[in-house]
């Protein structure tokens, strides 16, 4: 768990508001997902850009809770667009209370984290909140339109891939630090770097997940290995490949899904073709430029050296994660 302090007061805020929730038809489903385990790392973005400006947090819990509310609510329907049966290993919210009861909850959902962002708002700062929230929720609309549309792609180039997860994922991350250190009163240059700073990281980190999914141990990750493949995803080792292999290797590549009958073997084939152009050491190298990235991010802000030390162990905790 990364800052530890901060998720504290954050998971008793949020147990304190959802207590009413599971008397009404509408809320149990918001209950239901917001309940399920989970790091909620864009409150605690959010938190710890506040205080890394101020040292009270409990002024900014409501404008945190927002961000991790409106994360829900694209989960929720994420999941009704994916058909996904399970969230985090329980059933998704429209597998558990019926399709029309999630589409309906996730849009309450949607107003309440609306709700939620305008409480104890400073007039003076609450079109500069509006402006970056609304802005974080049209990038999630487009990344999310991009990775539908990659579906019917036959290729996805590696600029089409970073632009897709940073717009899906990596701006969440970079938007929740920054609306903290709005909500704090910081200077918009300090905003804006740490805005930076938890975009690149937010890359990094997806493009990490996609090398643990094809490289990593399963034992560790939890995930059955090579599941973006089985899934036909194209990820990042996959955007790769595909913009070094030749024409046969790509063909054999296409032919892996019809050649072998169980999912080890089709997974054992993608990672041999990969390795003719070593996609392994690409994908590790494309992470590891990110995470320099982030670094200057960080060193442009105007920030004392022990705040940049705190804000570094949220990169060396993303960095060193092998599930």
Known sequence: MIFPELYKEYE????????????????????YIMHLPAKRIRAVLVLLGYNLVKPDIQSALPIAHAYELFHNFTLMHDDIMDEAATRRGQPSTHSKFGLNSAILSGDALMVIAFQYLQQNLDPAMSPKIWKHFNSLALEVCQGQQMDLDFEAKARVSKEEYIEMI???TAVFLGHALRAGVIKAGGADSLADSLYQYGESLGIAFQIQDDYLDLYGNATETGKQKGGDILRKKKSYPVS?????????????????????????????????????YDIAGETKSEVA????????????????????????????????RNK
């Open 289 to 320: 430029r990110l995470y320099s990235l982030a670094t200057a991010s960080l060193d442009a802000c105007d920030l004392s050296p022990d705040k940049k030390d705190r804000l570094d162990v949220l990169k060396s905790w993303l960095q060193g």
């Open 166 to 168: 940073r717009l899906k």
């Open 240 to 276: 790769a490949f595909f913009a070094k292999a030749s024409n046969q290797h790509i063909a054999d590549f296409s032919n892996i899904y019809t050649s072998y009958t169980t999912d080890e073997a089709i997974v054992e084939a993608a990672i041999n073709l990969f390795s003719y």
């Open 12 to 31: 008793k805020y949020l147990n304190d508001e959802l207590r009413s929730y599971e008397q009404d038809s509408l809320l149990q489903p918001i209950a």
